[in-house]
């Protein structure tokens, strides 16, 4: 065989084999616009599955699944913001409209019944003040909320002794816990515990763990406050001997608006906001907060602050 048979059968293999690429690297350059097509018009569960004997195509098809993973993951996440948002809006509305209703309905009475006596007014103007007290709490306390989660900024931690704090904010309730007759049980350490503390922030998660435990776990008797230590953090405890949280609310406690079972007796609603508040405040500053509950026996509510 000559040189020229030679060389002309091995541009030949070499045309063959340029080719069979070439035509491979089409096939699955239009499986990708197939994929695509596909993903785009909705399919994210879709992936692409290429074979492709060149390493430039192979990292590109994991490049794009993993751009699909990332939009997925995205568009996921906006769906389930979307539904809280939904359900924000309309646990706010009913919040607000509620007391509105009742209090327009007093105000009505008072403006064009005049049969009414004047102990009747009296009592009605009561009411109808209690009723935008509540709406003014609810509002308050939305628009706090609203704030804590709108701002990244870290809280301002100061190193504070946690026991004085706690038996500020207490002496605070007094006036609340002789009127539900109640002497709160405390337990703090003998000497004083330092932690890593927002003053304001700490001071407004005391005061909604207790106002929590004497809106709902006065009627058990006591209501107590202990301070500890463990580890690395003290702990704050709050505590009642209430009809407690049944074990299918124990998982949506923190959550905004929520309110349980006792949201169906108008004498112990709540907004549904304090907690979520304090569970935001804690996260804030490094902490942890958890709950416990047994029905009828002892709900403990603790959260956590790095000791200074």
Known sequence: MTWSAILGAVLLLACCYLGLRQRR????????RRTTEEIRAGNLNLRYRLHAPHPAVEDLSGELNRLIDYFQQTTERTQILEDERKRMIANLSHD???PLTSLLGYVEALRSDPSLTEDERRGFLGIAADKGGALLERLQSFFELARLEADDAPSELRRLNLTD???????GFYPDFQKAGIEPAVRFP?????????RGALRRILENLMSNALRYGRDGGEIGVAVRE?????????WDRGRGIPAADM???FERFYTGEDSRNAS???????????????DKQGGRIEVSSEPGEKTVFSFSLRKA
Do not use: H, S
Not at 25 to 32: A, D, F, P, Y
Not at 165 to 171: D, G, I, K, P, R
Not at 230 to 237: G, I, L, S
């Open 25 to 32: 690297l089409l096939r699955e350059l239009r499986t990708i």
């Open 96 to 98: 607000l409209r509620t």
């Open 165 to 171: 704090t706690v038996q500020e904010v207490l002496l």
């Open 190 to 198: 003998d000497g004083p515990l330092f932690a890593m503390a927002d």
């Open 230 to 238: 463990e580890a690395e953090f003290a702990w704050v405890d709050v």
């Open 251 to 253: 998982p949506r406690v």
């Open 268 to 282: 112990l609603r709540g907004t549904g906001l304090g907690l979520a508040i304090a569970r935001n405040l804690t």
